[in-house]
């Protein structure tokens, strides 16, 4: 399967890598990816209203993260609006974002 790609203005192709997840645990609610992204794909949760507990266990190495973090963190509130521009890896200070190209569907 193809993914889906595009040209940018100077003729370059371009393949676009939406977001997928977001790895809580590590998040530590910045806002930075919110401000940055040109659409409605990012909203500020409380953490205890989401049960990180599970995937603390899964993500032993960034246990210490867990610990400091505030109140608040990020959550993927409309994945489908994302266009792809990975603008918020880019400013993500935890690495906290997994991006994919997504393929066309048939």
């Not at 203005?9 to 530590?28: D, E, L, S």
């Not at 609610?29 to 040109?38: I, N």
């Not at 794909?41 to 505030?70: G, Y």
Request: aromatic residues 4%; hydrophobic residues 35%; contains cysteine.
């Amino acid at each position: 399967m193809s993914t889906i790609t595009g040209i940018t203005r100077g003729g370059i192709a371009w393949t676009p890598a939406f977001v997928t997840n977001i790895n809580q645990t590590r998040c530590i609610g910045c806002g930075r990816c919110y401000k940055v992204c040109p659409r409605d794909v990012f909203e500020l949760v409380d953490r205890d209203d989401l049960d990180l507990e599970e995937m603390e266990a899964d993500d032993s190495d960034d246990e210490d993260d867990f610990d400091e973090a505030p109140g608040m963190v990020m959550n993927l509130k409309d994945l489908l609006d994302c266009i792809g521009c990975e603008a918020c890896s880019r400013v993500c200070p935890k690495k906290c974002l997994t991006h994919e190209p997504a393929s066309i569907a048939a």
